[in-house]
């Protein structure tokens, strides 16, 4: 069963103004809202959940017969499933909601009809098959009534069950998937009550501010803000700053304070003079210190907009009367005065309560993945003015092309301001980026030709195994043409010079020196040759035919004898390349003779006080030393103990 509320199947629905139950409530004080609940129809009174999305109850169970008669009443009216006939059951799950800020309680799930309202006549539709949430619990005292428009998942994710919203849409009862909310204010003029509007807004309860946000991505808290600024403004106007640093804050209308980091927490403490409560973990405000705030009449101004840092923002001030709240905790005890203040243990639990909501109304559009926040407006006498927010499917001419409760026209020009500022910062720094490499290549290209040498004056020097190669090349020429007495030293190095007077210019610290060659461009060896002393340890590799033995001869070099030369004379050969030394030796006898190599002798001597670690060369001249060393461990993790935020909420 439900009431029909389109009056043309040409036409749009209208929205819903549910109407509050005239009730302020004793725990807390809160405007709140009657609901219909199973069949026949079981009344209860409700606050709004902002960040809900199911039917939350207080269950017969909630109020045994020990907490005396007065229970029902103080908790908003209990409902006993097993007195419907239309309580479906579905099983005892936990009501995962708020867990950021304490532990979360469970509840006794099923589906029944939901009505809102006292009666069908004076309220809004009813539906059938809606989730409700049977609470035994103290953890609320008051059942909720969610706004959002996700389904809940009982069992599975195979069986998701829409929302009461979604449900109102899909059935063509509101014209879109949106709501606008304020939660009243007992203390402005005679005591305003909460409004709350599905599928619109009223024009009347607030003060366009022509700002939208953008929904965040993560349903369970999607309405985040950014929390630029707290003013508060006293009655000598003097002002004090109260947020210590912005920060994304999530408006949450389920739970009543206003929850911010702790260095925040003790400006308002070490201003105003608010001392913590250890006991019920809140601000415990005694008549002394009521009596000092009710003199100073502060007001506190909360600055934020759709980022933390910059970008318009909108004001919302709130009056020391709208911290002035009460508690009790027991049914029948004296209520206790609190400041709605909380401290928060990490960025998850920022949170702007029921507090904030008296003074700024809300308007979410989930199909525009919008929303709102404005001030209040308090006129006596009150009116209502309802306009609807249509469906971004269902747009017609008659009705009126918002994003509300902001412009068209401001929400295009935020949107393309947004995507000119993009636009331009990503062509500044691919700009930068392209200058930037332009300046560094030719500083580059000089940095790599250091040390390297022209075609026509300087040679190219290679690799050891390049000069081995080369060496064997032309080693083998010589032999087919019986010139094994000389070799061309610039070939083998790799001068294509034409002039054979230029000469490359090596660093005195260098460990590689190019000796300076005759004019004919050859060495000529001398008789009695100087002996290149070579270290121990000596590799053989023999083969034996029917005239000749060639046995080849590998040595380390000590690291002053690395000239990377090569010479050859009388049949022994030797090639300074590396780490190695090569000798090829032809003769009829086996016997081991001591290795020498004939140097000239008017040859600079090569240095052997400079240590190579000490010595700069060129890259294409160094001789690396590899040595494995195993990497020093990085530093620990940090590992943050975790901390666990309980609170006690009790009958408040």
């Not at 302020?24 to 405007?31: I, R």
């Not at 209990?78 to 006939?85: A, G, H, I, L, R």
């Not at 081991?592 to 240590?611: D, I, N």
């Not at 990085?634 to 666990?644: A, D, H, M, V």
Request: with cysteine; glycine share 8%.
């Amino acid at each position: 069963m439900m009431t029909d509320n389109s009056t043309s199947t040409s036409l749009p629905p209208s929205p819903i103004s549910w109407p509050p139950s005239q009730y302020w409530e004793t725990a807390g004080g809160w405007s709140s809202f009657a609901l219909q609940i199973g069949s026949p129809a079981q009344i209860v009174r409700v606050l709004i959940s902002t960040a809900g999305y199911a039917t939350w109850v207080i269950s017969s169970l909630g109020c045994p017969p020990d907490f005396g008669p007065s229970c029902s009443e103080f908790r908003g009216g209990v409902f006993d499933y097993n007195n419907s006939e239309s309580w479906v059951q579905k099983g005892f799950f936990d009501l995962n909601l708020e867990t950021n800020l304490y532990p979360s309680d469970d509840a006794t799930f099923g589906l029944d009809q939901v009505g809102l309202g006292f009666t069908n006549a004076t309220g809004g539709p009813l539906l059938e098959n809606q989730v409700v949430a049977a609470l035994s619990g103290p953890q609320y005292v008051l059942g909720t009534f969610g706004l959002g428009q996700q389904p809940t998942n009982l069992s599975d994710f195979t069986e998701p069950h829409p929302s009461f919203l979604t449900n109102l849409y899909t059935k063509n009862l509101i014209p879109s998937l949106s709501w606008s909310y304020t939660a009243g204010a007992k203390y402005r003029m005679k005591g305003v009550f909460g409004s709350l509007t599905l599928g619109g807004y009223d024009a009347a309860r607030f003060t366009p501010s022509n700002l939208s946000f953008d929904l965040a991505t993560d349903i369970s808290r999607d309405l985040v803000v950014g929390l630029q600024s707290i003013t508060s403004t006293e009655s000598n106007d003097s002002t004090h700053l109260l947020l210590p640093s912005s920060h994304l804050t999530f408006i949450d209308s389920t739970v009543p304070e206003i929850y911010l980091p702790l260095n925040a927490c003790q400006l308002f403490e070490s201003v105003f003079g608010l001392v913590w409560n250890t006991t019920y973990e809140m601000y415990i405000v005694d008549d002394t210190l009521h009596g000092k705030l009710i003199t100073r009449n502060p007001s506190f101004t909360f600055e934020v907009g759709n980022s933390k840092i910059d970008g318009p923002t909108v004001e919302i001030t709130l009056p020391y009367e709208s911290f002035d709240l009460s508690f009790q905790p027991g049914i029948d005890s004296a209520p206790i005065r609190y400041f709605p203040l909380q401290r928060a243990a990490n960025g998850s639990q920022y949170t702007l309560g029921r507090t904030f909501l008296q003074e700024a109304y809300l308007t979410v559009d989930y199909q525009r993945g919008k929303f709102s926040v404005s001030p209040c407006r308090f006129e006596d006498p009150m009116k209502q003015e309802i306009v609807p927010i249509s469906s971004g499917s269902s747009k017609t001419t008659t009705e009126p092309d918002l994003d509300p409760p902001s412009t068209n026209a401001s929400q295009t020009a935020t949107h393309m301001g947004q995507q000119k500022i993009i636009g331009i910062s990503i062509g500044v720094v691919s700009g930068f980026m392209l200058l930037l490499c332009l300046l560094c290549w030719p500083c580059i290209k000089r940095y790599r030709r250091k040390f390297q040498m022209t075609p026509n004056t300087q040679a190219t020097i290679s690799t050891p195994k390049e000069i081995q190669h080369a060496f064997q090349v032309e080693y083998k020429q010589s032999r087919s043409s019986s010139k094994r007495s000389t070799l061309s030293l610039k070939s083998l190095l790799g001068f294509y010079a034409t002039s054979h007077d230029a000469i490359a210019e090596i660093g005195t610290n260098s460990w590689n020196f190019l000796r300076e060659a005759p004019a004919n461009g050859r060495i000529e060896l001398p008789e009695n040759p100087a002996v290149c002393e070579l270290s121990q340890g000596e590799r053989y590799a023999t083969s034996k035919d029917s005239t000749s033995r060639t046995r080849t001869l590998h040595t380390r070099l000590s690291p002053t004898r690395r000239l990377g030369l090569v010479t050859s004379s009388g049949g022994h050969l030797f090639t300074l390349s590396g780490l190695r030394v090569s000798r090829t030796e032809t003769e009829k006898s086996a016997s081991t003779r001591p290795v020498q190599s004939h140097l000239e002798k008017s040859l600079p001597a090569t240095p052997t006080s400079e240590s190579p670690q000490d010595s700069t060369f060129p890259t294409w001249a160094r001789i690396a030393r590899h040595q494995h060393e195993e990497p020093e461990p990085g530093p620990k993790p940090l590992r943050f103990p975790e901390r666990s935020f309980q609170h006690r909420r009790g009958f408040f």
